[in-house]
């Protein structure tokens, strides 16, 4: 995951008055020193050859250890650096946004030039900074120029800095095969983190997630530039033109013709695309909040109007009484920064039942669990994305606690709920990968989530 860390920020600037540099310095609240960037490639051309300075009118007091990790310098690559994406801004409260989003109505709102600052950190990983609440300053004239093909040239540059950032993250599927037996189990324990693959198909499951979110951001950004221009958003061919550009970069041939099996799960794959793209025009960059909101909208259209799943209802029940809670008991306002624990608890919940959603949509056959190899890698990675907001929920909780920002048994209550679907997602994450681990020894099988970006 992304370091997203644009509401603590106090003010920064970036300089990309050398062509294939990208030097600044970001100042936080909590921090005394700035953190210094220095970084290979460009920006967009809006902001190549300038100095772009940044002001956060309303930062926000963290809690200290948020930036423990954050290096100090960061050295790595530009991905995407532009101060002129368009965004969604909300004329409404939170309140009245949560509204409108839970019952499908369009809300108030207005475009909003958004800061978008990316790099891909030696250090830090993928670090993200995205308002369209800041102050922006292009400071005098350009010390040169970058043309528009130049532009889309630097484009596919940042985003092969982008694969080889998840190539370092996932490596290489048949590497991770070979090595599993030796490095991965020792003494017959496992000891690696719980998320690694435990087989090739999960491992090929995992890098094909990692790509599929690196093309929805792409798909995305350019249907929000098209809006902005008042074009008329053709989907499929951005998609198809995004997925050539993605094979390019990697100097890979073109893909073959598809079988019955591959097309339906590909159709299925274009139809969550669809979905998530029109998410995305109503996404809010400047609220970390909101973002996460829009994260899961995808998952939640994945399902369509099926019957929900039972883990899905009871997390849906989770998420409604905590929302309910913190807004009559007073624990949250709409002043209340998107960092409070409370929030944490509450956007953890919500985004993992729309994940769990979006797991049992893509498991194909109803009838039939666990999963055929077909749909075992596409359902395990959201499995493990659900878990993974479950347990942020169970942070935020930690942090409330300590904090004694609500009652002690309300706590105490939410907290056996959330251990207990974790350990009922821990049962269904076995199930699944022990599918998977059966196809590594069945010639044939397939356990991708359908998209041929091989």
Not at 61 to 75: C, H, I, M, N, T
Not at 394 to 414: M, N, R, S, T
Request: aromatic fraction near 6%; hydrophobic fraction near 45%.
């Amino acid at each position: 995951m992304a370091w997203r860390i644009e509401e603590l920020l106090i003010r920064g600037e970036i300089d990309n008055t050398t062509r294939g540099r990208v030097t600044g310095r970001l100042w936080f609240l909590g921090r005394a020193e700035p953190v210094v960037l220095n970084l290979n490639g460009n920006a967009w051309r809006d902001v190549a050859g300038y100095v772009l300075r940044f002001t956060n009118p309303v930062p926000v007091v963290a809690q200290p250890e948020v930036l423990d990790g954050l290096a100090s310098e960061q050295r790595g690559s530009v991905g995407d650096i532009t101060a002129s994406r368009k965004v969604k801004v909300p004329d409404c409260s939170m309140d009245e946004l949560l509204d409108c989003v839970k019952a499908k109505r369009p809300f108030p709102w207005h475009w909003g030039n958004s800061l978008y600052l990316e790099w891909y950190s030696e250090q830090n990983g993928r670090v993200v900074i995205e308002s369209a609440g800041y102050e922006l300053e292009l400071l005098g004239e350009p010390s040169w120029t970058m043309t528009e093909p130049e532009e889309a040239e630097q484009q596919e540059a940042n985003g092969r800095a982008g694969l080889t950032f998840l190539n370092q993250l996932t490596g290489d599927t048949e590497d991770i095969a070979a090595n599993m037996e030796n490095a991965a189990f020792a003494g017959g324990e496992h000891l690696a983190d719980d998320d690694e693959p435990t087989s090739a198909g999960e491992a090929q499951a995992d890098a094909e997630q990692a790509r599929m979110d690196l093309l929805l951001d792409r798909v995305q950004a350019r249907i929000a530039r098209a809006q902005a221009a008042g074009e008329v958003v053709d989907f499929e061919r951005i998609m198809e033109e995004e997925r050539a550009r993605l094979r390019r970069e990697r100097d890979e041939p073109e893909p073959d013709p598809a079988t019955p099996e591959e097309a339906a799960a590909r159709a299925e794959w274009i139809a969550e695309m669809n979905a998530a793209a029109e998410a995305a025009l109503a996404e809010i960059g400047a609220d970390a909040e909101n973002a996460e909101l829009g994260d899961g909208d995808d998952e939640w259209a994945a399902c369509g109007d099926e019957a929900e799943h039972p883990m899905v209802t009871r997390c849906t029940v989770l998420t409604e009484r905590v929302h309910a809670d913190l807004k009559e008991r007073g624990w949250l306002d709409d002043a209340t920064s998107a960092e409070h624990p409370l929030w944490e608890l509450a956007n953890g919940t919500m985004i993992a039942g729309a994940k769990l959603a979006g797991a049992f949509g893509a498991a194909g056959d109803d009838e039939t669990w666990p999963p055929e190899a077909l749909f075992a890698g596409g359902v395990l990675v959201r499995l493990k994305k659900a878990r993974g907001y479950l347990h942020d929920a169970l942070a935020g909780l930690v942090a409330a606690a300590e904090q004694d920002l609500a009652e002690p048994v309300w706590l105490a209550e939410v907290q056996a709920e959330v251990t207990a679907i974790l350990v009922e997602l821990d049962v269904l994450i076995a199930e699944v990968r022990a599918v998977l681990e059966k196809a590594d020894d069945a010639p044939g099988e397939s356990a991708g989530d359908g998209d041929d970006l091989k």
